[in-house]
């Protein structure tokens, strides 16, 4: 089975402007999580999807969002780009059976460099 | 509410040292238990888990973790490690009941030292 892919790679951006980052989850998986990887701050979670319905959220701005596609892809989206939000973003897929007991599979990630 | 810590975030050890990664948690429900590592440049990928039963649990590259329930912890070992080991390490915790979130700790970069 082919794993998560995330597109693109790597990504430089301005202040003020907006980001799309996309996420294919393996085969089968219906849930897909976004997660916030900073030194010093380790993995932030930022939402999950399951079945097109945001199961779960984190805390972070409403600039942050997402969304999950009827084939299980999904895409999340910064607006109004920060410095801060420089990171590595990170995609998980999972069974998601629920209860929590689910192993999670990462992509790559995707490196957002704002300037 | 649930939560991990990490209490060390760097480790370096000599190669064909043994080791010992420490994580504790904090959980008002039953958890589930998770060692991830990360190499260089990639995603997270699963070392091992805890669910129930075993509280030894064995798992990829000769790493195992013991949960144990009365001190909240979880702490990841391996009785010899190699250069490859070099990665970083995150401890995660997931609660039972519900479709509950996966909290990630902070991480530890242990250091293989020839």
């Known amino acids: 089975k082919a794993g998560v892919t995330q597109t693109p790679r790597y990504l430089i951006k301005t202040r003020g402007q907006q980001v799309t980052l996309s996420c294919s989850p393996i085969?089968?998986?219906?849930?897909v999580s976004w997660y916030q990887q900073t030194p010093g701050q380790g993995l932030q979670f930022l939402f999950e999807?399951?079945?097109?319905?945001?199961?779960n959220k984190g805390n972070f701005p409403g600039r942050f969002s997402g969304r999950q596609f009827s084939n299980s892809r999904s895409e999340m989206n910064v607006s109004t780009l920060e410095l801060g939000d420089s990171a590595l973003y990170l995609c998980a897929s999972s069974l998601a059976r629920g209860m929590g007991r689910d192993e999670q599979y990462f992509g790559p990630g995707t490196r957002l460099t704002v300037t | 509410a649930q939560s991990v810590t990490q209490l060390d975030s760097q480790v370096p050890v000599f190669e064909e040292a043994p080791v010992e990664l420490r994580c504790n948690y904090s959980s008002s429900v039953s958890v589930y238990l998770f060692w991830y590592v990360q190499y260089p440049n990639q995603g997270l990928q699963l070392l091992l888990k805890?669910?129930?039963?075993?509280?030894l649990v064995k798992g990829i590259n000769g790493f195992e973790a013991e949960f144990n329930k009365s001190q909240t912890s979880f702490h990841l070992r391996k009785p010899s490690v190699h250069i490859s080991d070099t990665a970083e390490y995150f401890c995660a915790v997931s609660g039972d009941g519900g479709y509950q979130k996966v909290t990630f700790g902070i991480g530890t970069k242990l250091q293989v030292i020839p």
């Open positions: 805890y669910l129930s039963g075993s509280t």
């Open positions: 999807y399951f079945s097109e319905t945001q199961r």
């Open positions: 085969s089968g998986h219906r849930s």
